[in-house]
């Protein structure tokens, strides 16, 4: 069974635009979410969505923006990018809301 | 709310000698708890979870941790620590269902000296 894809892996984006990342969770899984990894603020939650609906987020900004399609890939946007979104960005998916989550190796976004 | 507590940033430890990572939580219920390991640059792999019934659940790579509910923990184990193991460890909460947001811990980071 294939594992959680995230792409691209790397990105080199510029201050003010935008970037939109891409995450294909485990087949059967419905539940994806996405986490913000800095050396600074470790591990923060963005938001969870389950069979299309977003089900929780967490204590970002408007800028970051979420969906999730029917085959239950999630696609994750940031809009008017700042230095300090350069952060690993994390997608992961769950059977179910709440339960074990498997990771994808993430997306190494860099804003200059 | 819930919240996760790691309360040892570094760990160092030799080849062979035995570990525990601390992990305390909070939650209003019984959590579903999760150790998990992230070497640099890559995702988090699940190492175990507990859900509920036997308070000691075995994981992979040797890894095992206790859930004690008195004490709200969930320290990982290993009895023997190879080289391969130093990484960074983080432990995390999640629930049943309802709205929460997942949780995890700052997170350990595991040097082995040889």
Same mark, same amino acid.
């Given at each position: 069974?294939?594992?959680v894809?995230?792409?691209?892996?790397?990105?080199?984006?510029t201050?003010g635009?935008?970037?939109? @990342?891409?995450?294909?969770p485990?087949?059967g899984?419905?539940?994806?979410?996405?986490y913000?990894?800095t050396p =600074?603020?470790?591990l923060?939650?963005l938001?969870?969505?389950?069979?299309?609906?977003?089900?929780?987020? =967490?204590n970002?900004?408007g800028?970051f923006?979420?969906?999730?399609f029917?085959n239950?890939r999630s696609?994750?946007?940031v809009?008017? @990018?700042?230095? =300090?979104?350069?952060a @690993?960005?994390?997608?992961?998916?769950s059977?179910?809301? =709440?339960?074990e989550?498997f990771f994808g190796?993430?997306?190494?976004l860099?804003?200059? | 709310a819930?919240?996760?507590?790691?309360?040892?940033?570094?760990?160092?430890?030799?080849?062979? +000698?035995?570990?525990?990572l601390?992990?305390?939580y909070s939650?209003g +219920?019984?959590?579903?708890?999760?150790?998990?390991?992230?070497s640099p640059?890559q995702?988090?792999q699940l190492l175990?979870k507990?859900?509920?019934?036997?308070?000691l659940v075995?994981g992979?790579k040797?890894?095992e941790a206790?859930?004690?509910?008195?004490q709200?923990s969930?320290?990982?184990r290993k009895?023997s620590?190879?080289w391969?193991? +130093?990484a960074?460890?983080?432990?995390a909460v999640?629930?049943s269902?309802?709205?929460y947001i997942?949780?995890?811990?700052?997170g350990t980071?595991?040097i082995?000296?040889?």
């Open positions: 069974k294939a594992g894809t995230q792409t691209p892996r790397y990105l080199i984006k201050r635009q935008q970037v939109t @990342l891409s995450c294909s485990i087949s899984h419905r539940s994806v979410s996405w913000q990894q =600074g603020q470790g923060q939650f938001f969870e969505y389950f069979s299309e609906t977003q089900r929780n987020k =967490g970002f900004p800028r923006s979420g969906r999730q029917s239950s696609e994750m946007n809009s008017t @990018l700042e230095l =300090g979104d350069s @690993l960005y994390l997608c992961a998916s059977f179910k809301v =709440g339960t989550a190796q993430g997306t190494r860099t804003v200059v | 819930q919240s996760v507590t790691q309360p040892d940033i570094h760990i160092t430890v030799s080849e062979g +000698a035995s570990l525990e601390r992990c305390n939650y +219920a019984t959590p579903y708890l999760f150790w998990y390991v992230q640059g995702g988090l175990l507990y859900f509920s019934g036997d308070t075995q992979i040797g890894f206790e859930f004690k509910r008195s709200s969930f320290n990982l009895p620590v190879h391969s193991d +130093a960074e460890y983080f432990c999640g629930s269902g309802g709205s997942p949780t995890f811990g700052r980071s595991l082995v000296h040889p």
